[in-house]
């Protein structure tokens, strides 16, 4: 008894990818990406108007690169995943969001400004990535509890979150494969509070040290894992 049955479109993704684009005078590479889904709420008043969802931007960037130190200098700006925890696990119970999101998995898109550098050769590579994010997320306590959903506590902070990552990879043939990166991250929350009576503000300095690794072991046989601590 009980329980329901419900079948919904609202994981469907649609976009739209820009390769191989000159840029002229700035001799770069040019590429972009833009995806949405239909996971941004729905506006309806009942079950039979509950499929009518609101549309929601995934990712919409735009990429250049040159080639530089042997390798490939690229710089990123617009919405795209953050530099940290991005292994998401491979499962079958997969639904519009991978499991583990909120269980160490960031899963964390944001609009951003960043810059990297990649080396690739046959049986090893390098990529070092740097960038500023914003600093928004799901608290929006505020002076009287709440505040509107474009200023919470990382944008009251007027400061962007700074991330970092180095990662290494490995592929010495046979069918085993892997790479390997350490990410760091940084950023203020600015908290409203009362103190005797009277409004205060409290900055609090976050932190996250995390460390991925996706590892090919065999054909068949893929490691994936993520450690972090802040």
Known sequence: SGGTFIASARGTRLG??????????LRAKLSGLIEFD????HLASNS???NAFVPRVRLAFLKADWK???????LVGGQDW???????????????????????????????????????????GLAIAAGILSPADIDTQGLTGTSAVDTGVGNKSRQPDVEG???ISANPGGGVSG??????HVGKRRYFLTQAGAPVTEDVTATLLGVDADL???????????????
């Open 165 to 167: 990552r180095v990662a």
């Open 48 to 50: 039979a108007g509950w």
């Open 68 to 74: 530089a130190g042997g390798g490939v200098l690229s």
């Open 16 to 25: 739209f990818r820009l390769d191989g684009l000159d840029s002229g005078v």
């Open 82 to 124: 953050g530099l940290l925890l991005n292994v998401s696990p491979t499962s079958v119970s997969y639904s519009v969001d991978p499991v583990m999101v909120g269980s160490g998995n960031l899963y964390r898109r944001a609009p951003q400004a960043r810059v990297g550098w990649d080396l690739k050769r046959e049986t090893f």
């Open 38 to 41: 239909f996971k941004g709420g």
């Open 179 to 184: 790479t390997v990166g350490v990410g760091y």
């Open 216 to 230: 090919s072991l065999t054909k068949y046989l893929q490691l994936k894992g993520e450690y972090y601590d802040n």
